[in-house]
């Protein structure tokens, strides 16, 4: 994670951003941060992603989202966590996808780990499911699991996980 990020963002946020880009695995992502409306965070060009994070739990910047989507020509994902990120309060990604018709946004997903070790972000209803890879970001229909309980365990698994990257943070 580029230096000046930790800096500008709180230790969550940037805890999450790593999180994210763990899955991307970008060679080296950019700071992402000015006058856009949006909170910092990084760019991965060879990812053709944005990735943004905010303490704010509420959805603010759903406008913010599709116009840097509709703009740079870019997937955004945008993580709100809240201040106790997965113990007290959920942590939900909104997504832009980019397309040649203008952005489309699939707000309110959770983190899913699966068993193989992929990171989705998921709704709870059906709809897009959205996977993070190396490649960037892969939209899908199907769900990532099989079974109600393959799809509880993939959240505890991912929460669990967030949790414990809050933690390394807080604690250097």
Same mark, same amino acid.
């Given at each position: 994670?580029?230096? @000046?990020?930790?800096?500008?963002?709180?230790? #969550?946020?940037?805890?999450?951003?790593?999180? =994210?880009?763990?899955?991307? +695995?970008?060679?080296?992502?950019?700071?992402?941060?000015?006058? #856009?409306?949006?909170? *910092?965070?990084?760019?991965?060009?060879?990812?053709?992603?944005?990735?943004?994070?905010?303490?704010?739990?509420?959805?603010?910047?759903?406008?913010?989202?599709?116009?840097?989507? /509709? #703009?740079?020509?870019?997937?955004?994902?945008? =993580?709100?966590?809240?201040?106790?990120?997965?113990?007290?309060?959920?942590?939900?990604?909104?997504? +832009?996808?980019?397309?040649? @018709? *203008?952005?489309?946004? =699939?707000?309110?997903?959770?983190?899913?780990?699966?068993?193989?070790?992929?990171?989705?972000?998921?709704?709870?209803?059906?709809?897009?499911?959205?996977?993070?890879?190396?490649?960037?970001?892969?939209?899908?229909?199907?769900?990532?699991?099989?079974?109600?309980?393959?799809?509880? @365990?993939?959240?505890?698994? /991912?929460?669990?996980?967030?949790?414990? /990257?809050?933690?390394? #943070?807080?604690?250097?």
């Amino acid at each position: 994670m580029h230096s @000046t990020l930790h800096d500008t963002l709180p230790t #969550t946020s940037v805890a999450l951003l790593n999180y =994210v880009l763990t899955a991307l +695995a970008p060679d080296e992502p950019y700071p992402y941060a000015g006058n #856009t409306g949006l909170p *910092g965070g990084v760019e991965s060009l060879e990812n053709n992603l944005i990735v943004v994070a905010t303490p704010v739990a509420e959805r603010l910047y759903d406008d913010a989202v599709m116009r840097c989507a /509709a #703009t740079r020509k870019r997937d955004v994902v945008l =993580v709100r966590h809240g201040f106790h990120p997965e113990i007290l309060e959920p942590v939900r990604a909104d997504v +832009a996808l980019h397309s040649v @018709t *203008g952005p489309i946004l =699939v707000p309110d997903l959770s983190f899913y780990r699966d068993a193989d070790g992929g990171l989705h972000l998921v709704p709870a209803r059906p709809d897009l499911f959205v996977g993070i890879t190396r490649h960037g970001l892969e939209v899908s229909m199907p769900a990532p699991w099989n079974s109600g309980w393959e799809r509880v @365990t993939g959240l505890e698994r /991912a929460a669990a996980e967030i949790v414990r /990257a809050c933690r390394r #943070t807080e604690q250097g």
